[in-house]
């Protein structure tokens, strides 16, 4: 399933709204990516979300595929409103 | 592949920063002192650029030059971030001297920092090391007080 949101969060997708995600996705079965651009992101993976530079106002594309991947996607979406990083559009 | 499993090595992370070393625990951001991001330390710096801790690629600048990702020859991912909340200084501070592929080596000139800029505005200038991909790694603290860039060993990585 996929997942479409907008980035709120004033400086993008930086170090802490990158581990807040990455932390909430990791914990699943699924595998999870972000896709923002033409590029896609492992959602486990610190250091390759944080490399993708997403800015304030950008559109990225969250995907989970796996037995869990609702929840997970549930727990991302949660985590996007919860901590003021983005929101569905 | 067996020469891989048999011949086990251990990184050893050599500081990129001189400075005091601070644990984790005592970094006031629960996105560090919680181990979110993975295990490390961090480095309260004295004075000098940031260095490369390893020899590696990297694979991370982030558009504002306040981190840094580093990964090690053995896989290692390494994440710099130099001084906590910096991320809102879009970059005034810092002087970049790599870009993302690039080959470093061991003590090899990442990025400067003004640390005079930094610390009048920045929330701090505490910079933690973290090993991004730690789950199957085992980190173990030198337990030194002070460290001196590209010298002092700061952790030692061993991948199970």
Known sequence: MEKTFKISALDGLHARPCTLLVSAATPFKSEATLRYKDRSANLKS??????????????????????DEVALMERVVDIFISQGLGEEC | MFTKLFNKKKLQVIAPITG???????????????????????????????????????????????????QATDGTEILIHIGLETVTLKGVGFKT????????????????ADWDYLKEHAKS??????????????????????????????????TH
């Not at chain 2, 001297?97 to 400067?112: K, R």
């Not at chain 2, 933690?128 to 700061?154: D, F």
């Open chain 1, 46 to 67: 610190i250091m390759s979300v944080m490399s993708q530079a997403v800015p304030t106002g950008a559109v990225i594309t969250i995907s989970a595929v796996g037995e």
């Open chain 2, 20 to 70: 005091d070393v601070v644990s984790l625990r005592e970094v006031p951001d629960p996105v560090f002192s919680e181990g979110m991001m993975g295990g490390g330390i961090a480095i309260m710096p004295k004075e000098g650029g940031i260095h490369s801790p390893v020899e590696g690629t990297i694979i991370l600048v982030a558009d504002t030059s306040h981190a840094v990702g580093i």
């Open chain 2, 97 to 112: 001297h790599v870009q993302v592929g690039d080959a470093v080596s061991i003590g090899q000139l990442l990025i400067e």
């Open chain 2, 125 to 158: 200038i505490l910079t933690p090391v973290i090993i991004t991909n730690s789950s199957s790694r085992t980190i173990t603290s030198s337990n030194n007080a002070q460290c001196i860039a590209n010298e002092t060993v700061l952790l030692t990585i061993s």
